[in-house]
């Protein structure tokens, strides 16, 4: 339901009322009525602050009933001796409310006993977990899963950003491990799914409407075949202040940025004649890099640098400065990032180390104000600099790169910087862009993302990422570009996000490096599991046509690589094509009779070419199959670079015809099938020697994109 105003107005009574009182945690009736004002079913209750109020609620209700204690400092009740279920009667009821009070009591005799809550005992139906939580990188989120005493040793839960459409809930409630359960295991009736998921909307509406709702945990909520019910109700709310992040517009962010990657003109603040400075590295790679642009070297003290005019500071630079980068010691920043902004720099790239990474914050905090004041965006500090290649732009310390190509990559880290640099040489692979961020004082990898949606130069964004400023900006960036194009994250601290005080199991749960996995899968990110992987995904998936439909099949010269082969499309979600009887036909006329058709077809290793040459193109050819992967045995009969050049030479063929499939290779053998493989890659086919789990991860990272972006056909 979407909430009208009187039920807008009874949650704010109820939240005004609390923060007003300083109180972090709602009382269990306060709980209800919020719940109750937006739709949400819960059981019958009532409060009792006397014993015989309590006999009196039981028998209103009937049957039996649960006890437990109402305090605004008692919220894990359970651990207090404060819940009691089962109970039935008038007289049960009556011992119930002593013993729950003397046992609060007991357990925090400071405590405010604000009554005891007598509540209808829901007994049937399957426990789950609905619940939201603020969590510091992405806001309010949301988490679905098995509910009830286990919820936190199971941890069978799912997570995403609120609010949530209709369609993204009931996914959400399908998503998790034991959704088998809920549909009706061994013979059990299914719960109402639809209602499950109506509820998980309505907490990411509530959220959202109320961002100083901090935590809300439903748990556990009874699901039955006839709807869905919340027995047990936590809210935890935002005593302090709401800050909300400082966002730009897409407008905003693109008109700075458009000028970082294609400036008319670069000042070199720091600029120096001498070998091994960083300002004299950065001029150095500006000039040689063949950068056609003005560049500007700031120095007081030299009139000429590597044969450029000097300026003793940026003030006196004839010209506009679109990006000024800074390879200067920390302290003297601030003065010349206030020159910047009188001079109307709109991009600054602070390259210096001694800020917030070595504990003055202060100084950073600084920098940052100076520069919203001013109107300029900075990139870093504490980086290595930047490449934007169709501009021949080397703003950067490091060794230069000048090899083209539509993949950008971002690091958080100089160290993996480095080691990006060395595998885009070492592999030759075409980069548009490489860029640090360091601290992300303002840029981030939100405001990368937006500009490379609309890059023509970019069809592919890999990132490594530490963490991030504002995981809800990322997102919203994310969701636009992943529909056109790829984007790999690397997240480094795959462990436990660090201990956090959680008032409730939804709290504590968030704690878990799982939100990250389950939001970045939300916005259609493909998340690498190291930096190897995130290099090779960000290489093949430009490389790899977009499949249009779920069928893959296995063409290998080896049985022993088809079962690795085949167990590594399990593990990557990936689908093996069941072959129809005519297929199985068409490929057997191919293989010897020992061979083995089916999926994987195992045309085994003593075959001359002609039989990989054929079953190749019989699978490029056949419009039922979708993708092919290659298993390779280097054998005399077939050579390395025999079997490369075939299968480049079928591919090509194939795609003359219109034919445009994803084509991975593993390749086994001696040394010369590394020779093959860097063949292959030459000719726009994915190949690794030595394993059968890469080439097979690359596909099922393009499949998963595929998927997230809409594009599968049938």
Not at 144 to 160: N, P, Y
Not at 314 to 332: H, L, Q, R, S, T
Request: proline share 6%; with cysteine.
């Amino acid at each position: 339901m979407t909430a009208d105003n009187s039920d807008t107005a009874a949650v704010r009574a109820v939240l005004d009322q609390a923060r007003a009182e300083g109180r972090q945690a709602l009382t269990a009736p306060e709980g209800r009525r919020i719940c109750q004002a937006y739709g949400i079913p819960t059981p019958a209750e009532g409060l009792a602050t006397t014993a015989e109020e309590a006999a009196g609620l039981a028998e209103e209700i009937g049957g039996p009933v649960a006890c437990k204690i109402v305090s605004p400092e008692i919220l894990h009740k359970t651990e207090a001796g404060g819940v009691l279920v089962g109970v039935e009667g008038a007289a049960a009821a009556r011992e119930a409310f002593e013993t729950i009070v003397a046992n609060a009591r007991h357990y925090d005799s400071a405590a405010t006993i604000t009554g005891v809550q007598v509540q209808q005992l829901l007994g049937d139906g399957q426990e789950v977990i609905i619940g939201a939580t603020t969590d510091p990188t992405f806001g309010k989120i949301v988490v679905f899963g098995l509910g009830g005493v286990l919820v936190e040793v199971l941890k069978d839960v799912t997570f995403r950003l609120a609010p949530l459409q209709p369609e993204e809930a009931r996914a959400m409630v399908e998503d998790i491990e034991a959704a088998e359960v809920l549909r009706g295991a061994r013979g059990a009736d299914p719960v109402d799914l639809d209602a499950l998921a109506e509820l998980v909307r309505t907490v990411s509406e509530l959220v959202t409407d109320f961002p100083e709702i901090k935590e809300i945990d439903l748990n556990p909520v009874f699901a039955t075949a006839g709807g869905a019910s919340a027995a047990d109700i936590r809210i935890l709310v935002e005593t302090g202040e709401i800050v909300q992040p400082v966002r730009y517009s897409r407008e905003e962010i693109l008109r700075v940025l458009d000028r970082m990657m294609n400036p008319r003109s670069v000042a070199v603040i720091g600029a120096s004649a001498e070998e091994g400075k960083i300002g004299n590295s950065v001029l150095k790679n500006l000039i040689n890099g063949g950068y056609a642009g003005e560049i500007y070297p700031i120095n007081p003290k030299a009139d000429d640098i590597l044969g450029r005019k000097a300026y003793p500071s940026i003030a006196e630079v004839p010209g506009e400065v679109d990006v000024a980068v800074f390879a200067v010691p920390a302290k003297f920043v601030p003065d010349t990032l206030e020159a910047c902004g009188q001079k109307g720099v709109p991009a600054a790239v602070l390259i210096p180390s001694g800020f917030a990474e070595t504990g003055d914050v202060e100084l950073q905090h600084r920098v940052v104000e100076i520069a919203r004041r001013n109107g300029t965006r900075l990139l870093g500090p504490n980086i290595y600099g930047y490449y934007y290649t169709p501009q021949n732009l080397c703003a950067t310390f490091c060794t230069p790169y000048d090899v083209r190509g539509g993949v950008a990559l971002t690091s958080q880290s100089g160290g993996i910087g480095m080691a990006i640099l060395g595998f885009s040489r070492t592999t030759k692979m075409g980069v548009s862009a490489i860029v640090g961020l360091g601290n992300k004082s303002d840029v981030d990898e939100d405001d990368l993302l937006t500009y490379f949606e609309q890059d023509e130069n970019t069809q592919c964004v890999a990132m490594h990422l530490e963490d991030l400023k504002d995981g809800r900006a990322f997102v919203d960036a994310a969701k636009r570009i992943t529909k056109k194009k790829p984007v790999v994250v690397l997240k480094a601290g795959r462990t436990a996000l660090g201990a956090r005080a959680a008032g409730s199991h939804t709290g504590a749960l968030a704690g878990d490096d799982r939100v990250y996995d389950d939001i970045l899968r939300q916005a259609g990110v493909v998340r690498a599991p190291g930096l190897n992987e995130m290099l090779e995904y960000a290489r093949g998936l430009p490389m790899l046509p977009t499949p249009q439909g779920e069928n893959v099949v296995i063409i290998t010269g080896a049985g022993g690589s088809g079962v690795l082969l085949s167990d590594a499309c399990v593990d990557n979600g990936l689908s093996l094509m069941d072959i129809p009887p005519d297929l199985d036909e068409s490929f057997r006329r191919f293989i010897p009779p020992f061979g083995a058709a089916g999926n994987p077809i195992d045309i085994t290793g003593g075959e001359p070419p002609s039989t990989y040459e054929a079953t190749i193109r019989l699978g490029l050819e056949d419009p039922r199959i979708h993708a092919l992967i290659l298993g390779y045995w280097h054998t005399i009969v077939t050579p390395p670079m025999v079997f490369a050049e075939l299968t480049a030479r079928v591919v090509e063929q194939a795609r003359a015809q219109g034919i445009d499939k994803p084509v991975v290779a593993s390749l086994a053998g001696d040394t010369e099938v590394e020779k093959a493989c860097e063949y292959l890659f030459d000719h726009g086919i994915v190949a690794y020697p030595y394993t059968t789990e890469r080439p097979v991860a690359v596909l099922g990272a393009k499949y998963q994109w595929a998927r997230s972006a809409g594009l599968l056909g049938g």
